[in-house]
């Protein structure tokens, strides 16, 4: 399963928000497509153009009618990202497509239950401190916070 290739799909979300009688309009990418393509990264580099060139934001699908094809600009980035501009009628949507190596994967674990005898105790002791924050430190210097 690891080292397969997938093509990510974003859509750029925008809401509005009104602080001092101005409208904000705030960004964000969201994640909206994880795509298993395969061990092949030419074949995930053409799925992510076909992506590019085809696929429709979910806010312009609910309000297309049949027969409907809305403007798309598609760029290319230097890094291969797909950066697509779609627009129909009054609204306008921003898509970015990339591809991705999943390189790594870990299932979910949980911690075992606590008994009766250890929820008493940590609510006389108050909580468990929370885990060191991650931290990079190169060869031969130590982890001074």
């Not at 964000?28 to 153009?49: I, K, N, Q």
């Not at 105790?121 to 430190?137: F, I, L, Q």
């Amino acid at each position: 399963m690891t080292d397969d290739w997938y093509v990510l799909i974003e859509e750029d979300t925008r809401t509005t928000q009104r602080a001092d009688g101005t409208d904000l309009k705030l960004h964000r990418w969201m994640l909206t497509g994880t795509h298993r393509v395969g061990p092949d990264r030419a074949e995930a580099v053409a799925a992510a153009e076909d992506a590019a060139l085809n696929h429709l934001p979910g806010i312009l699908a609910r309000h297309a009618r049949p027969g409907d094809e809305p403007a798309r600009h598609v760029l290319l980035t230097q890094d291969g990202a797909w950066i697509v501009l779609v627009k129909q009628r009054h609204r306008e949507c921003h898509i970015r497509v990339t591809t991705a190596r999943l390189v790594h994967t870990r299932e979910e674990k949980e911690a075992p239950s606590k008994s009766l005898k250890e929820k008493l105790r940590s609510a006389m002791e108050g909580p468990v401190p929370a885990p060191k924050p991650w931290s990079w430190t190169p060869e031969g210097k130590t982890d001074r916070i």
